[in-house]
Each structure stands twice: as structure tokens, then as C-alpha cells.
């Protein structure tokens, strides 16, 4: 709809203040970056790139000059000379992109264009995209499923379900603050935990445990009495119990190197925990772990909505 490829039921699409809902695509000024390169397999990676340019009537001296520019910023100088077939998945896409930056565009289009890459290559390529957003400073609008591409690139996130937007705002917020528990088991690795409580006075009840709860959850308890969802995430757990330890059994565990994930079966169901490297456990075996509860977040056990 922002490109004008879809025609939008209502509302305004503005691009730099004006109004560009009865424009066609091409007046748009914008530039897509798409998941498959959609690169032209006959030309050459020179030819590729300024295809947009000679479409637009650039001049010849004008186009070679800013196809060298940006295969300079995307490190693929070397390369103008060979075609698609003969370039890495990597090199397709950073080709991909230098199509996009020759245009120069007000706005930058990216329809998830880090899918088709490994996990390793996928890294790499998120922060040469993130290094180049910081060069050029154009606006960009990038389609991801990649919780971790959205939280290390945006300067805003919008996280959408079924059409309809759950949450919007920084990084920051939508990590430290989720609107609901679809917003809060999105963003995060591994996800946040839920479990199912019974909200008591001023503690959370897993069946016998009761964990209390910090002054702003239970002030929140104390209008919503009865059934809930406590939201914990894994890195806030502790290896110390303290005093009101959440009990459970592990069930599998997953030494990581930097550090150690435990899935720890409780009263109100499952649980992953993210702990240090030398904790000793394994499956089968009782456990209690301390609980950051300041840190934990209250949903509505029928809307999954934050409770406020």
C-alpha cells in the first residue's frame, strides 16, 4: 500500500507531508528491496543497479559514479563485472539493496530480505543494513518475523496480529512493556514465560506457592482479584532462591556456553530460566529459583491484555 501496488479502504498514505494515495508507483519515490533479490539474471550486477537510474533518463555520467558509490558502502565493487548466478545468496542481496540506493528514494521498502540467508550470513547482513539506515538516514519500512532483526534495527516497532496492530512503540517499550502476551512471547529468546495464577492480596498463587508480589503488581492485584497470567522472562530468574522461590522440576537442560537454560515444569506450567554458565542441574531433579518479580508482568487470563 505504501508502494501503491495495493490500493488502500481508507485513510492517507503521506510520504515527506504529501499526500500520495492517487499517485501511481512510480511517482512515489520509493525504492523496495525485495526477499527473493528480484534480480535480472542476464545483467550484470553494474546493469542491475542502474537499471532504475537509465529507466529515469540519469545521463551516463551521472549513473557509473552512483552505481560505484553505493557498491563501495555494500562492498561489492569487486563484482559489477559478473551476473546473479555467479554471486552468493549474501552478494545478491547486498545487490538488492544497491539497486535500491542508487534511486536515492525518500523512502526504503524491505519485504524480509534477510530470510533466504543463514543464521551467520543473516548477522552479518542485518548489520551492514543497520550501518547503511545510519549513513543515509532515509526513512525505512522493514517486514520481519525476526523478533531479533526488529528489536537490534528499529528505532520504532510496530507489531502486528491478524491485521491488526497489538502494540506500537521503541524497542525499549515494547521489550520492558508489552500490551498483551502475544507482544510479550514475540519479543524476547527464548520467550517470555506464562503462567497461569490466581491473584491473592498482594501475591500471585501457583497452586500451594504464592509468590508476592512488587507494590505496582500488587496494587494492579488488588482491582483484579481472581484468575491471571504472570508473565516472567527467562533472564529474570535467579539461581538464589530467596525467600519466596519459585518451586519446580527440570525437565531438559541446555548448556549454552555464555550461559545455561533450564525448562523447569511448575504448578502453573512450564518455565524456561536463563542462568549462569556453571549452574548444575539436570532433568528430573527439584529445583527453586529466585524471581526478579518487579520485573514480572500481569495479563488479563481471558484477553491476554496487560492488566493496568
Known amino acids: 500500500m505504501i508502494a501503491g ?44 543497479m542502474a537499471f532504475s537510474l537509465r529507466v529515469r533518463g540519469a545521463r551516463k555520467d551521472e549513473i557509473r559514479p552512483r552505481v560505484q558509490e553505493a557498491a563501495a558502502m555494500l562492498g561489492i565493487d ?53 550501518k547503511l539506515h545510519q549513513a543515509l538516514g532515509t526513512t525505512t519500512v522493514y517486514v520481519t518475523h525476526d523478533q531479533v532483526e526488529a528489536m537490534t534495527m528499529a528505532d520504532r ?74 508473565g516472567i522472562r527467562p533472564e529474570h530468574f535467579r539461581p538464589e532462591p530467596g525467600p519466596h522461590p519459585l518451586a519446580g522440576t527440570v525437565q531438559i537442560v541446555e548448556p549454552l556456553g555464555s550461559d545455561t537454560l533450564l525448562h523447569i515444569g511448575t504448578e502453573g506450567g512450564t518455565v524456561t530460566a536463563r542462568l549462569p554458565p556453571d549452574t548444575r542441574a539436570s532433568a528430573g531433579q527439584r529445583i527453586q529459583l529466585g524471581v526478579d518479580i518487579a520485573k514480572a508482568h500481569l495479563f488479563d487470563a481471558a484477553t491476554g491484555r496487560v492488566l493496568a
Do not use: W
Not at 23 to 39: G, I, K, S, T
Not at 106 to 123: H, I, M, T, Y
Open 157 to 230: 516497532i510496530v507489531i502486528m496480529r491478524d491485521g491488526v496492530i497489538e502494540q506500537d512503540g521503541t524497542p525499549e517499550q515494547v521489550y520492558n512493556q508489552p500490551a498483551s502476551t502475544f507482544v510479550g512471547g514475540f519479543i524476547g529468546a527464548p520467550a517470555m514465560n506464562f503462567l497461569t495464577v490466581t491473584l491473592d492480596g498482594g501475591a500471585a498463587r501457583l497452586g500451594p506457592q504464592a509468590l508476592p508480589l512488587c507494590p505496582r503488581n500488587a496494587a494492579i492485584a488488588a482491582r483484579h482479584q481472581g484468575a491471571a497470567i504472570l
Open 78 to 130: 569487486a563484482l559489477l563485472d559478473r551476473r546473479p548466478a555467479q554471486l552468493s545468496g549474501g552478494q545478491r542481496q547486498r545487490v538488492a539493496m544497491g539497486r535500491a540506493i542508487v534511486r536515492r528514494p525518500q523512502v526504503f521498502l524491505f519485504d524480509e530480505p534477510l530470510s533466504n540467508l543463514d543464521a551467520k550470513l543473516r548477522g552479518q547482513v542485518r548489520a551492514e543494513i543497520k
Open 5 to 48: 501496488l495495493e490500493s488502500i479502504s481508507s485513510g492517507e498514505v503521506l510520504i515527506g507531508g504529501r499526500v500520495v494515495n492517487d499517485l501511481p508507483p512510480r511517482e512515489r519515490d520509493v525504492a523496495m528491496v525485495f526477499q527473493d533479490y528480484a534480480l535480472y539474471p542476464h545483467k550484470t550486477v553494474f546493469e542491475n
